[in-house]
């Protein structure tokens, strides 16, 4: 019997990176803005995208693609704003793959502007996996305390922006936002952070204006 | 808990390389897997040994390098180890910092076995 020992070096999540880039070059050329969207279950990423949706106006603007475990819940919430939406049911997985995207990105209208992609509720899992996003948002809900950026660290530090919800209910909670912001910042110095409430609109404008802006850098680089 | 799914895609590349070099069995595998790469070691070895069974890795031993997140920071130069997760460089607290490694999950050797 023979053996031999090879030198491999490949990355166990190359084909999917290849995948995620190959769709990144594609929906920056048709001008979309891609944002995937990370959180605990609950966070309220389906809520923030009814918010921006209200305040885009011209829902045809915009396009959703939820990921779920189980049900069509979600992407029926996101139509019922009248925008385009299209549920991935994982059937148990705990991520979104860049795969699941690629399937459906011929469907995504020419017109649209952005697409969000809302990702299985988890801070873990889909921090490791590209999904071809121009904008990786991270949210955070005050209910859930304010000591996850360093229990989750792979989710602050891959992501452009924390969004930290439900900042209706901080009177009522014993959440730190001066540590919670510190700490995030001390995992990623490049990290935007915006504190908002779907409750009284806190933050909202200040986010619409934020996407706004990179969807016009985008399609101003790519004109 | 993704580790199967990582599993499942290094199993793609063991069976390649198998392939390639016309072997019978794969011995061992050693993956370098970063500190910060968001995958648990201990859980990795368990998804191996549940997915290994009835493959042509079914006898291979699984070697896990855990690799230290180290950055340089771009505006001192400075290199050094991470430990708590504080992007900033401790010599000039620049938020500048570069991670050289800590961050990969790579498979790096196969041991192969032809008849």
Known sequence: MTTKD???????????????ADIRTELERRGILAVNLLSSPGAGKTTLLEQIAVRLR????????????????????????????WQITTGGACHLEAKMIARILPEVPPESEYLFIENVGNLVCPASYELGESLRFVLLSTPEGDDKPKKYPKAFTTSDVLVL?????????????????????????????????????QGLDELLAFLTAARR??????A | MHELSIVASLFETLDEQAQEHGAKRIAGVTLKIG???????????????????????????????????RVRCRACGEERHVESYVFLCAACTSPDLEILEGTEMILERVELEAD
Do not use: C
Not at chain 1, 6 to 20: E, F, Q, R, W
Not at chain 1, 168 to 192: G, H, S
Not at chain 1, 217 to 222: G, N, P, S
């Open chain 1, 6 to 20: 090879v030198i491999v070096l490949a990355d166990l999540l190359g084909t999917n990176k290849k995948i995620a």
């Open chain 1, 165 to 201: 919800t439900k900042a209706d209910l901080l009177p009522y909670l014993p959440f730190d936002l001066a540590k919670v912001q510190a700490e995030a910042l001390e995992l990623n110095p490049r990290l935007r952070i915006f504190v908002t409430s779907a409750v009284t609109g």
């Open chain 1, 58 to 85: 011209d829902t045809a603007r915009m396009a959703v693609i939820e990921g779920d475990i189980e049900t069509e819940r979600d992407a029926e919430r996101i139509r019922a704003k009248g925008v385009p939406a």
């Open chain 1, 217 to 222: 850098d985008l399609a101003a680089r790519h």
């Open chain 2, 35 to 69: 500190r910060l790469s968001g995958v648990v070691p201990e859980l990795l070895a368990s998804a191996f040994d549940m997915y290994k069974k009835g493959t042509i890795a079914e006898e291979a031993t699984l070697t896990v390098e855990v690799v230290p997140l």
